[in-house]
């Protein structure tokens, strides 16, 4: 454990050099978020049935999910440019473990990501949103979020190790920005036809942005009667969903890593 923990240090270390030194992917994943949030809260929110300061309240919390399953897209990148420019080759012949690496990348992330997400909550703030609950339900909120974040981020490093080419990674996960979409991050579940509406809330980034709201004691944290298991439930299924990724995508991109690209 200590050996991993060492060597995932200095993975961990060596990305955020990397991220120092290479900052336009890292701006262009955080402003994206502050971008949508005023285009939707101030755009989109004057026509929806929620008045525009209750739709704003209903949008950082979704937005914020799903800022947290960009960890998808971060992911897939990160580990598909290190395995196909030979970084992960080299790698894979040090005396380190085999999980370190993988654990460093998904690690340096959840960093970035924690730091990154100041600057959403202010502009959010500034926009009317509020923490109703304290900073228990504030903190309990920032916990679900970066489990989750952590848990795509394997997800990511293991379709990226597995990725054809560097450029099919990254087409594939710009094809993730269609997640949230599918979801009750920007807009409530209620008035979705059945079969989209069942999509939604078997969807994970639903279960994260209504446990926010609830934690946060916000509008849209009430579920729709007949709501599935993870709606109905948000803080348990936003937690059962990430360890469940977790326990499946850890292993495989372990075992990928150590495995390499034959």
Not at 48 to 71: C, D
């Amino acid at each position: 454990m200590s050996t991993l923990l060492s060597d995932g240090g200095a993975v961990l270390t060596r990305q955020l050099q990397k991220a120092r030194h290479a900052p336009a992917l890292l701006v262009l994943t955080q402003t994206m978020p502050i971008t949508m949030l005023l285009f939707f809260g101030y755009v989109f929110g004057s026509a929806l049935a929620m008045p525009g300061a209750e739709y704003r309240e209903f949008l950082v919390p979704g937005l914020l999910a799903a800022t947290a399953a960009g960890g998808l897209m971060t992911g897939m990148f990160t580990a598909a440019q290190d395995a196909h420019r030979g970084v992960t080759d080299r790698f894979r012949t040090l005396p380190m473990s085999r999980a370190a690496v993988p654990l460093g990348q998904t690690a340096a992330d959840l960093l970035t990501t924690a730091a990154g997400t100041v600057p959403l909550m202010l502009v959010g703030l500034a926009m009317g949103w509020r923490v109703e609950s304290g900073w228990a339900g504030a903190l309990g909120a920032f916990g679900v979020l970066l489990l989750f974040r952590f848990a795509m981020a394997w997800v990511g490093t293991y379709l990226g190790l597995i990725s054809a080419s560097e450029e099919a990674a990254g087409q594939l996960g710009s094809a993730t920005f269609v997640l949230p979409l599918l979801s009750s991050a920007y807009l409530p579940t209620a008035g979705m036809p059945s079969w989209l509406r069942a999509v939604a809330e078997w969807n994970p980034i639903s279960a994260v942005a209504t446990a926010v709201r609830e934690l946060c004691g916000n509008a849209g944290a009430e579920a729709a009667a007949g709501a599935a298991w993870p709606a109905a439930h948000p803080v348990a299924g936003s937690v059962a969903w990430s360890l469940a990724l977790l326990l499946v995508f850890v292993p495989l991109a372990t075992r990928r890593f150590a495995r390499g690209r034959g």
